[in-house]
């Protein structure tokens, strides 16, 4: 499976963006999907997941009322829109699926491990 990102960029705070995450390689509608982001000397942090047929949504507390997470199963593709962003919002974000088949989004959407596939990034900048 190959995840390639796109759609980040540099845009002032207020602004937004809309993240695209395309799959290639492997049929991935029954999976899991989620964006995780890394600022430079920080932690790679949870910002949101998605279940596999796009019922289920998990946000991280930061971005929740701002970001929305959807997905596209007949074109392979989730998307991550980004309103209101914040200088803070800035960093490299990753998108990533959950190898379970039919798995939901929840609470444990946030760890790291529970991905068996990731993109290369796309870095969002947003200017104060």
């Known amino acids: 499976v190959q995840l390639v990102e796109s759609g980040g960029g540099l845009v002032q705070a207020g602004g937004s963006l809309r993240l695209s995450c395309a799959a290639s390689g492997r049929v991935w509608r029954n999976y899991a999907a989620g964006w995780f982001r890394q600022a430079p000397g920080k932690e790679r942090e949870f910002v949101a997941a998605?279940?596999?047929?796009?019922?289920?949504?998990y946000y991280a507390d930061s971005v929740k009322g701002r970001f929305t997470v959807s997905r596209d199963n007949a074109n392979n593709t989730v998307f991550l829109q980004m309103n209101s962003l914040k200088p803070e919002d800035t960093a490299v974000y990753y998108c990533?699926?959950?190898?379970?088949?039919?798995?939901?989004?929840?609470?444990?959407?946030?760890?790291?491990?529970?991905?068996?596939?990731w993109g290369q990034g796309t870095q969002v900048t947003v200017s104060s």
């Open positions: 998605i279940g596999w047929d796009g019922r289920s949504t």
């Open positions: 990533a699926v959950d190898p379970r088949r039919y798995a939901s989004a929840g609470y444990y959407s946030r760890l790291p491990t529970r991905y068996g596939y």
